[in-house]
């Protein structure tokens, strides 16, 4: 004869898990009762927000560094040159807003493959989305300095630690900063 122990399970309520919260486990009468390793103890603090991805645990936490925030509740465009314009917007206001955004991140929200999304950018726009989002941190850059701002002031506010960065962003994306050019002498006044 068995007996049918009921077992209670809590469950986290961000968990990605669809367990039940109770099921019945049968056991034979006078055996031992066991509970299997997997399920946790009654009475035990549930699994803690580090066993969750990292998009679910900085969601329940609130918690977000820098990063642009998470899809908003707007339903995605039909189209696939309607998301990937709304991926280039994406883009470009997290570079003009100094956040850090990730290629995977946009195609993840567009719902689309990170490599797809890359594909579709380049043969829309030309350049990758890393390319335009470097292109657009230089454009606000130069805007900022031109406004006279300081290499270090402009360099958190586009979002990197140290002016040797802006410098590096700015001669790869073909400009020099405007310290650079002072120090050189030109013709006209060596004359």
Do not use: N, W
């Amino acid at each position: 004869m068995t007996t049918a122990l009921p077992i209670s399970t809590p469950i986290a309520p961000s968990s990605s898990h669809s367990m039940p919260a109770a099921c019945s486990l049968s056991v034979p009468s006078g055996a031992p009762a066991v509970r299997p390793a997997s399920l946790p103890t009654p009475g035990v603090a549930a699994p803690s927000l580090s066993a969750q991805p990292p998009r679910e645990r900085a969601a329940a936490t609130g918690a977000s560094r820098s990063s642009p925030p998470l899809r908003s509740a707007a339903p995605l465009p039909r189209s696939t040159s309607e998301r990937i314009l709304l991926g280039r917007d994406r883009i470009r206001s997290a570079a003009e807003a100094g956040q850090r955004i990730r290629s995977y991140e946009v195609a993840l929200d567009l719902d689309l493959s990170e490599f797809h999304f890359a594909r579709l950018f380049r043969a829309a726009f030309g350049s990758s989305p890393h390319v335009y989002y470097d292109e657009v941190r230089a454009e606000r850059a130069r805007a900022l300095l031109h406004e006279g701002l300081t290499e270090g002031e402009v360099a958190r506010r586009i979002g990197f630690r140290r002016p040797a960065e802006l410098r590096a962003l700015l001669s790869k994306r073909g400009s020099t900063p405007p310290s650079a050019e002072e120090a050189e002498p030109s013709d006209a006044s060596a004359e």
